[in-house]
């Protein structure tokens, strides 16, 4: 089906803003041209628009008749969308379209787009925005719609965003994914990289050795922490901890994890050591066994490894061997604390991410996350502390603030009651253990009610992403009824 059909579905003018937002290039970084859409836009409407000095577009529209005294409400959402294409396509991000299309393959139920991402995260939710500002038939407050910049590398328009520009009290951030979902809180976090002094001596071991773990799950170190999968850099650490009680070996190089927001999934570690192969290995795959029966179930598929290499020039010296492998085995990681608040959900949580052999040094990185930036720091200091007393230098930094659950604000109670009339069952109040805009957001906004919700949106990210289409009028119906039922929150 062709995509100027999209025009076709309902709520038509959702539809009609998205299409308009698929012609427009707005990859990260690229934001000017619908930054400059919004604006014209709103000249068109006759409504106050203003863009700041990072790119976050601002527009005022006033309030229906009768609402004037109503709270304000912001309508929250980002321009930016990742840029993401099949290895067969030729799409340039920065001046193609996005060739959006109803699938028939999928009954007609879903848009997505031709060999690209479909830019629905955030799209749909800036379109809302748009269709809110140009709708004569919904019911409104005092309204303004923030279209923040460059969200999907680095949150930058939310970061930069001024305190005292918008006038509003309650924000309705359009970026859930789940149709049903009202999420009211994420994690902030912060990065800590401790560098462990290292020395080299000369091996006195004949035999150079390589030993491998892989395998593993690994997945988001902060969605996925709270299910206790398996950390390569810290098994790694254990097998090579057990290896030096029971045999002489003298490591050569750590080297775990390559991004710093996911758990390792793969780690090795070279060695020498005059211990024959085969009792290297048997102890090993003993300790591997001990290791795997502790693991959950997606983990037990467990790989490890251990195979004869050439004789290392240098390996670590004596001292420095004990002291970092002490320190990795002793490195916080998992949950640090359950939300007291919202329960089943994770308050404050470590992950070891990363760890790099370099020359003088052995750098371990670590990204902790916390609903509360007390506990995200106390946790922080507290491992500051330790590695110190390893004498490593400690750095903290990129810290971003988290957004702390209201499960009983007025807001809230509000999307919740709405959602229930519209879907005819109980949403899904969620917190997400991750970074999300309105953590910034609240941090120059204090005061702010916040909540966010959305249409379902699969696979974003990625080419395979799509919306699907009842979902986008559903939440369009729960939208502008929330809207017109505030009042007097």
């Not at 328009?157 to 001024?162: E, N, Y």
Request: proline fraction near 5%; hydrophobic fraction near 40%.
């Amino acid at each position: 089906m062709s995509k100027t059909k999209l025009t076709q579905l309902k709520p038509n003018l959702v539809w009609h803003y998205f299409e308009a937002l698929t012609q427009i290039p707005r990859p990260s970084h690229h934001e000017e041209a619908v930054q400059q859409f919004v604006l014209d836009e709103a000249k068109r409407l006759g409504l106050w628009a203003e863009r700041d000095a990072v790119g976050n577009v601002l527009v005022r529209k006033p309030a229906s008749a009768g609402m004037e005294n109503a709270p304000g409400v912001i309508l929250q959402n980002h321009l930016d969308m990742v840029a993401q294409k099949n290895e067969d396509s030729h799409h340039d991000f920065t001046t193609d379209p996005i060739d959006a299309y109803i699938d028939p393959e999928m009954n007609n139920e879903w848009v997505t787009a031709k060999g690209t991402t479909l830019g629905a995260d955030n799209g749909i939710g800036a379109a809302s925005a748009l269709a809110i500002l140009a709708s004569d038939d919904v019911q409104h407050g005092p309204l303004e719609a923030l279209f923040t910049a460059t969200e999907e590398t680095g949150m930058d328009g939310a970061k930069g965003l001024q305190a005292g520009w918008i006038q509003g009290d309650l924000l309705l951030n359009l970026d859930t994914e789940e149709l049903g979902d009202i999420c009211i809180g994420c994690a902030g976090g912060v990065d800590a990289t401790f560098s462990l002094p290292l020395q080299w001596q000369a091996p006195t071991a004949q035999q150079g050795y390589k030993l491998s773990v892989r395998g593993l799950k690994g997945g988001h170190s902060g969605i996925d922490i709270i299910k206790q999968r398996g950390n390569a850099a810290l098994i790694i650490s254990r097998l090579l901890d057990r290896l030096a009680t029971q045999s002489a070996i003298e490591v050569v190089e750590i080297s775990a994890g390559n991004l710093r927001n996911a758990i390792p999934r793969e780690a090795s570690a070279v060695f020498a050591s005059d211990s024959e192969h085969e009792q290297l290995k048997d102890a090993l795959l003993a300790e591997a066994e001990i290791i795997r029966r502790g693991l959950p179930a997606e983990d037990r598929e467990m790989q490890v490894s251990i195979e004869p290499a050439d004789k290392p020039e240098q390996v670590w010296q004596s001292n420095s061997q004990s002291q970092i492998l002490t320190a990795i085995r002793l490195c916080p990681n998992g949950v640090d604390r359950m939300s007291m608040d919202t329960t089943g959900v994770v308050e404050t949580s470590v992950n070891l991410a990363r760890i790099e052999t370099q020359s003088n040094a052995v750098e371990l990185q670590s990204l902790l996350r916390s609903l509360d930036d007390d506990a995200r720091d106390d946790l922080a200091d507290r491992m500051k502390r330790l590695f110190e007393s390893f004498d490593a230098k400690v750095t903290l930094d990129g810290e971003y603030p988290g957004w702390k659950p209201a499960p009983h604000s007025a807001l809230t109670e509000t999307v919740i009651n709405q959602g229930r009339n519209v879907l005819g069952r109980e949403p899904n109040v969620t917190v997400i253990h991750a970074g999300l805009e309105c953590g910034l957001l609240g941090h120059h906004y204090p005061n702010w009610q916040m909540v966010s919700f959305g249409p379902t949106i699969e696979m974003p990210h990625s080419p395979d992403e799509r919306v699907n289409i009842d979902s986008v009028e559903t939440f369009w119906k729960w939208l502008t009824q929330v809207l017109a039922s505030l009042q007097s929150v």
